[in-house]
């Protein structure tokens, strides 16, 4: 059984940094491209960042691009967002994903197979 656990949400003053931090077991973690996506409430969920297999190739939305790393440890199974420069708007729920084939390169929702039960941000003006 494939379980994805994400941590390291909380409530943060803008400008300020959060590192996200996303578990997975149950798959053989270094098969799989790794995202992290959020959805803010009455919005759709969106993509923040995807990562390769190997960590070669990374992709950012344009909102937060220069503001984040994405990362990943395959001898840990885990995966990492470290968010800097925080805004209100970043204020949402942010959901790890795996499962997408692992030279996958983009960071499309509907490739992503595996997906956690989120970790809140909240982003205080």
């Known amino acids: 059984q494939v379980q994805v656990v994400e941590s390291g949400g909380g409530l943060v003053q803008a400008g300020g940094s959060l590192r996200l931090s996303c578990t997975a077991s149950?798959?053989?973690?270094?098969?799989?491209?790794m995202g992290w996506f959020r959805q803010a409430p009455g919005k759709e969920r969106e993509a923040v960042s995807c990562i390769n297999w190997s960590g070669g190739r990374t992709y950012y939305t344009y909102s937060t691009k220069g503001r984040s790393t994405i990362s990943r440890d395959n001898a840990k199974n885990t995966t990492y967002l470290q968010m800097n420069s925080l805004k209100p708007e970043d204020t949402a729920m942010y959901y790890c994903?795996?499962?997408?084939?692992?030279?996958?390169?983009?960071?499309?929702?509907?490739?992503?197979?595996?997906w956690g039960q989120g970790t809140q941000v909240t982003v205080s003006s």
């Open positions: 149950g798959l053989r973690f270094d098969d799989y491209a």
């Open positions: 994903a795996s499962g997408a084939d692992g030279s996958y390169g983009g960071c499309t929702r509907g490739d992503f197979v595996y």
